[in-house]
């Protein structure tokens, strides 16, 4: 019950970016660049979710809130979505469908092969993140959705690739970034050591798939 | 997590009560002008002493200019709360409040180098040297976007020939004010402060090439450059160096600040030019402010009349 609300509210929450640019775009609150603007709230939101779903693991293990796993699936999906709007934003309002000079943006401009590549690989983990799915893949899901480490990576590069000068802000996203991998390296590493020193306990559990 | 909201676009920035005055503001300025040119008055009292000088003085007695082209003007509320004013900050939406407060008088312009006049000049004797023009070009930013200003100001040749450059000055480069206390965006390192822009003597010396002080027939705004800057039509806006304290002549190339922060994406020259693309983007197209497709971006941004100052160079070298 309680699970049910949070997803409720982190669902809800989730959607106020959204909202507001929408409300922005029809009171025309959006400034003098309203494309540049959706384009780069989109993009945002994209990887801040991201980041927060590579958050979920490390807040449960250190602050012990196991049911923070409950959530993890929807936050994934909401950074997909708004993955799907900044593509739709780069295909619609800023090319105009002209896929002839998208394929070869995608193909010459490497921040934008970047950004391509993080979407692309968010397709298969959402498709795959169904009950059934999981079911199926067994082990392979697990394996599958470590993509999410390398769609993390691609999206912070695009973004540190595509600014002029001021690196400031996509730096802030590789420092949350680098943190949440750090943690990760670090868990494995002392995983490793425990194995080596009792080979005999050293079976994988729930614990450690979820790293 | 802790993850900072993105800055997009904060509330404050965008009041009714703002839009509202600026849309006043810009009709005020347009019926001004107007009416002064329906009367033709030739009245050149602008800025006496002593009188406040700020973004919502009206400059009297504005001469039309054969250059000015007739497309559709850029509202007033654009042109002045999207700048790229690193000055003030990297965020476009940014400077127009943190240049609220800047000071452009008094004022003055440091006129050195291979000149016969070196002199330091206030600002407003430099801009009763010659009769004020308006002057509406088209102005290209080099992320791919566009707008067309009402600029108001002169030839830049006027002030260079009354500082009488030498024969060995080639070049022209002009240097914003430092000054960190006063434009926040320099206590970070993003570009090396302070500013410098530079011009090749045949190119300033350009018909085409604007000493500006006003816009939309008035003082200039001061995330727009207040109290002096230049601009060059066809080439991207970067070029177009704003709140200049120095004129210095000289005989070898100046190093831009953006060149120097990225040689490989910004030249000398950085002329507007379709063909060469930006290492990162295509510069083919452009988004004019306030439309909604893209447009093709036009040699030279449409100035043709340059295109002779580069006769015989490899504009793809010389980007």
Known sequence: ?211 | MLIKKPSDVPPSEITPKGVYLNRRRFIAGAAAAGAVAVAGVGLRELSRPGLTVSANTKIDGLQKSPFSTTEPQTPYKDVTNYNNFYEFSTDKYEPAGLAKDFKTRPWTVTIDGDVKKKQVLDIDAIIKMAAPEERIYRHRCVEGWSIVVPWVGFSLSELIKRADPLPKAKFVEFTTLYDPKQMPGQRVPVLQWPYVEGLRMDEAMHPLALLCFGMYGEVLPNQDGAPLRVVIPWKYGFKSAKSIVRIHFTGRQPMNSWQLSAPNEYGFYSNVNPNVDHPRWSQAKERRLGEFFKRPTLMFNGYDQVASLYTGMDLKKNF
């Open chain 1, 1 to 211: 019950m309680k699970l049910r609300f949070t997803k409720i509210v982190i669902f809800v929450a989730a959607l106020i970016p959204l909202a507001r640019l929408a409300w922005k775009a029809f009171h025309g609150g959006l400034g003098a660049n309203p494309i540049e603007v959706i384009t780069h709230s989109t993009g945002d939101w994209t990887l801040i979710l991201i980041l927060t779903t590579l958050a979920i693991t490390p807040l449960r293990k250190l602050t012990k809130q196991y049911w923070l796993i409950g959530v993890r699936r929807m936050i994934g999906l909401l950074a997909f979505f708004y993955g799907c709007l900044h593509f739709t934003t780069y295909t619609w309002l800023d090319k105009f469908f002209d896929w002839h000079e998208m394929i070869k943006d995608i193909a010459k401009r490497p921040f934008i092969t970047m950004g391509f590549t993080a979407f692309v690989l968010l397709i298969p983990l959402a498709l795959t993140s169904t009950r059934g799915w999981i079911r199926r893949l067994g082990r392979n899901w697990q394996r599958l959705h470590w993509l999410i480490y390398v769609a993390g990576i691609a999206a912070v590069i695009h973004y540190i690739w595509l600014v002029k000068a001021d690196l400031r802000k996509p730096l802030q996203y590789a420092l949350v970034l680098g943190v949440l991998l750090l943690y990760r390296i670090v868990v494995w590493a002392l995983e490793a050591r425990k194995k080596l020193a009792h080979p005999a306990v050293g079976r994988p559990t729930a614990e450690v798939t979820e790293v």
